[in-house]
């Protein structure tokens, strides 16, 4: 790999800024003619020099974001063990309101249970005075109709007869 490679020229292409316009003249111009005069192996050791003196910090740069990356994936399997762990607590206390709720209705249940209750003693109290009343009215009414009969009887009684003839 030669030198020129790197800098992104190609060969036989003077060497230019990115940022220059086509009519800006650059300071390297030129550049290229210079390399083919230059010896390849002053070349080869100026790439190895490079090479050696950046290689050291960009491995360690490698082995650092290598480092980083795990642990950012440990970070993330830890962020998502809390997000489940606070998902769980949200549906315990969903759960909590669900027994909360329920033991509210099951309150209500036993009130109505009471409620009815009381009602079906007061329905059957009702309905004992009721046929006590059936019972007395029938009573009295028999006693009347008994009265009445003894009273026709006893005009019967009294109403005057005629004397048998003998």
Same mark, same amino acid.
């Given at each position: ?17 990115p ?17 083919d ?13 490079l090479?050696?003196?950046? %290689?050291?910090?960009? &491995?360690?740069?490698k082995?650092?974001?290598? =480092?980083?990356? /795990?642990?950012? $994936?440990?970070? !993330? @399997? ?17 759960i909590n309101?669900l027994f ?24 059957s ?5 009721? %046929?006590?009343?059936? &019972? ?6 028999? =006693?009347?109709? /008994?009265?009445? $009969?003894?009273? !026709? @009887?006893?005009?019967k009684?009294l ?8």
């Amino acid at each position: 790999m030669s030198l020129a490679e790197p800098l992104g020229v190609k060969a036989g292409l003077p060497l230019r800024h990115p940022a220059l316009d086509s009519n800006d003249h650059s300071p390297d111009e030129g550049l290229i003619e210079d390399f083919d005069s230059v010896d390849k192996k002053a070349v080869e050791q100026l790439t190895e020099g490079l090479i050696s003196h950046y %290689l050291p910090d960009l &491995q360690r740069s490698k082995l650092a974001l290598k =480092e980083l990356t /795990q642990n950012q $994936e440990v970070l !993330l @399997e830890t962020l998502q063990q809390e997000i489940s762990k606070f998902k769980e607590c949200n549906s315990i206390l969903d759960i909590n309101e669900l027994f909360s709720e329920a033991k509210h209705y099951h309150n209500k249940l036993l009130n109505i249970r009471k409620e009815m209750m009381m009602l079906h003693d007061k329905t059957s109290k009702l309905k004992k005075r009721a %046929l006590k009343l059936q &019972q007395k009215r029938q009573k009295e009414d028999l =006693e009347r109709e /008994q009265q009445r $009969e003894k009273e !026709l @009887e006893r005009e019967k009684q009294l109403t005057a007869k005629p004397a048998k003839r003998t």
